[in-house]
């Protein structure tokens, strides 16, 4: 009996010390679906979205109300501050406002650096309308929600490389965050690999569903490496080209304060949503479920782009 009790120690001795596979190895889409839930894609996009959020614009407070929202999900969720209390502060027009930015596990600055990012901030209120209230659910409660919901899955595991994430104030006020935190990264020296930015995908893509077409589609070969992993999940839209989105949202600051690979994921390509900068881009117009999908794919990407240390290599070239 004693020797049968020394072998069973001993064998879970051993197996205290075997090596662990990375989960992110065998992770199948199919299991994501449980970890990015539907039901908390609507409980976000509905809270970022709400009247109570005044449009998220700076000077009248929505902002900072919404910022609060995303600070209270990042403590919670294992996301923790890369500046104090998360915040990168600017000062626009005599108002203090700043982007937030989290990070996943510890920060190592010889090692390379992921940012994923989406802009919190909205036009705001306008009192000569009916429907005053700018809830901006597409532009970008949306995006926001994804960064949100793909953070927290993401800090479940352990990385070999930094990831960190980025809410931007100011976009709609001409990407003033996203330029002040690129500036500050610059000077700051941090190793950024690649940045992937998050803009109104709450509306089906008049291709299919559950895809995305990504801006700057020729300056490097993001659009291949993650359709590499989930097939014809990206898609070039040549109307992204004709109208310089590339240059039209957060992402931008990065690519030219950083020469780095620098690109937006969207599904509103200007057939597929009416209410663009109106008062009518609320939640009940979206499809959630569609948007849902979205984010699970992009997390499933994201989780085996960073796992793989996946070389994102831009082509200057195509300007």
Request: aromatic share 12%; glycine share 6%; with cysteine.
């Given at each position: 009996?004693?020797?049968?009790?020394?072998?069973?120690?001993?064998?879970?001795?051993?197996?205290?010390?075997?090596?662990?596979?990375?989960?992110?190895?065998?992770?199948?889409?199919?299991?994501?679906?449980?970890?990015?839930?539907?039901?908390?894609?609507?409980?976000?996009?509905?809270?970022?979205?709400?009247?109570s959020m005044k449009g998220r614009d700076t000077?009248?407070?929505?902002?900072?109300?919404?910022?609060?929202?995303?600070?209270?999900?990042?403590?919670?969720?294992?996301?923790?501050?890369?500046?104090?209390?998360?915040?990168?502060?600017?000062?626009?027009?005599?108002?203090?406002?700043?982007?937030?930015?989290?990070?996943?596990?510890?920060?190592?600055?010889?090692?390379?650096?992921?940012?994923?990012?989406?802009?919190?901030?909205?036009?705001?209120?306008?009192?000569?309308?009916?429907?005053?209230?700018?809830?901006?659910?597409?532009?970008?409660?949306?995006?926001?929600?994804?960064?949100?919901?793909?953070?927290?899955?993401?800090?479940?595991?352990?990385?070999?490389?930094?990831?960190?994430?980025?809410?931007?104030?100011?976009?709609?006020?001409?990407?003033?965050?996203?330029?002040?935190?690129?500036?500050?990264?610059?000077?700051?020296?941090?190793?950024?690999?690649?940045?992937?930015?998050?803009?109104?995908?709450?509306?089906?893509?008049?291709?299919?569903?559950?895809?995305?077409?990504?801006?700057?589609?020729?300056?490097?070969?993001?659009?291949?490496?993650?359709?590499?992993?989930?097939?014809?999940?990206?898609?070039?839209?040549?109307?992204?080209?004709?109208?310089?989105?590339?240059?039209?949202?957060?992402?931008?600051?990065?690519?030219?304060?950083?020469?780095?690979?620098?690109?937006?994921?969207?599904?509103?390509?200007?057939?597929?949503?009416?209410?663009?900068?109106?008062?009518?881009?609320?939640?009940?117009?979206?499809?959630?479920?569609?948007?849902?999908?979205?984010?699970?794919?992009?997390?499933?990407?994201?989780?085996?782009?960073?796992?793989?240390?996946?070389?994102?290599?831009?082509?200057?070239?195509?300007?």
């Open positions: 009996m004693r020797l049968i009790l020394i072998v069973f120690v001993l064998a879970l001795l051993m197996g205290c010390f075997n090596p662990v596979q990375n989960p992110i190895e065998s992770l199948s889409l199919e299991e994501i679906h449980d970890q990015i839930s539907l039901s908390e894609t609507k409980q976000i996009l509905y809270t970022l979205a709400a009247d000077k009248n407070g929505g902002f900072a109300k919404a910022a609060d929202f995303v600070t209270s999900y990042f403590e919670s969720n294992n996301i923790r501050p890369f500046y104090p209390n998360y915040r990168d502060s600017l000062q626009i027009d005599g108002v203090i406002s700043y982007n937030l930015v989290g990070q996943i596990g510890d920060f190592d600055p010889t090692k390379k650096t992921v940012l994923l990012g989406a802009h919190l901030d909205h036009i705001g209120i306008n009192p000569q309308k009916g429907d005053s209230i700018y809830n901006g659910a597409n532009d970008n409660a949306a995006g926001t929600t994804a960064v949100l919901q793909i953070s927290r899955f993401l800090a479940s595991y352990d990385w070999d490389q930094n990831i960190l994430i980025a809410l931007f104030a100011e976009e709609e006020k001409g990407l003033k965050g996203a330029y002040h935190l690129a500036e500050r990264m610059k000077n700051d020296h941090i190793n950024l690999n690649y940045m992937v930015n998050f803009e109104m995908i709450g509306t089906v893509l008049t291709s299919g569903t559950n895809q995305v077409y990504i801006t700057g589609f020729e300056r490097s070969n993001m659009a291949d490496v993650m359709n590499s992993i989930v097939p014809n999940f990206v898609q070039f839209l040549p109307e992204a080209k004709e109208f310089n989105l590339f240059k039209r949202s957060d992402n931008y600051a990065f690519y030219e304060k950083m020469n780095i690979p620098a690109q937006t994921l969207s599904s509103f390509d200007f057939k597929n949503f009416d209410y663009y900068h109106q008062a009518g881009d609320e939640p009940h117009q979206l499809d959630i479920e569609n948007m849902n999908q979205i984010v699970r794919t992009a997390a499933f990407i994201l989780a085996k782009m960073i796992h793989q240390k996946d070389t994102i290599e831009g082509y200057p070239e195509f300007e």
